[in-house]
């Protein structure tokens, strides 16, 4: 039950922080692993295509890999200078490590 909670909080607050900008590469990780686990929990049985015709059992994979590969660049390089996590850093430089270092 608490897993399923914190799957639809995941989904749901991790798209509205994908959308803003907002903690982009948490929000991406979140999704990742959210989606890791939709993959091997049940619909790797299923094969790699989606039930377009409606004659297998369920829905494939393919959806969560491309959620996946979608969230992989947002890990990398976060959410860019237009987002609410460029907007925070260009705003107060003080939370920027490099800073706190140099």
Same mark, same amino acid.
């Given at each position: 039950?608490?897993?399923a909670? !914190?799957?639809?909080?995941?989904?749901? !607050?991790?798209?509205?922080? @994908?959308?803003?900008?907002?903690?982009?590469?948490?929000?991406?990780?979140?999704? @990742?692993?959210?989606? #890791?686990?939709?993959?091997?929990?049940?619909?790797?049985?299923?094969?790699?295509?989606?039930?377009?015709?409606?004659?297998?059992?369920g829905?494939? *994979?393919?959806?969560?890999?491309?959620?996946?590969?979608?969230?992989?660049?947002? @890990?990398?390089s976060?959410?860019?200078?237009?987002?609410?996590?460029?907007?925070? #850093?260009?705003?107060?430089? *003080?939370?920027?490590?490099?800073?706190?270092?140099?």
């Open positions: 039950m608490i897993v909670i !914190l799957v639809i909080l995941g989904e749901s !607050l991790g798209a509205l922080g @994908l959308i803003t900008g907002f903690l982009t590469r948490f929000c991406a990780a979140g999704i @990742l692993i959210i989606m #890791t686990g939709a993959i091997v929990m049940s619909h790797a049985a299923n094969g790699f295509f989606m039930n377009w015709s409606g004659k297998q059992g829905e494939g *994979f393919e959806y969560h890999l491309l959620a996946i590969a979608l969230c992989i660049p947002l @890990l990398i976060g959410g860019g200078l237009f987002s609410a996590d460029g907007f925070i #850093t260009k705003r107060f430089p *003080f939370f920027l490590s490099e800073k706190i270092i140099n």
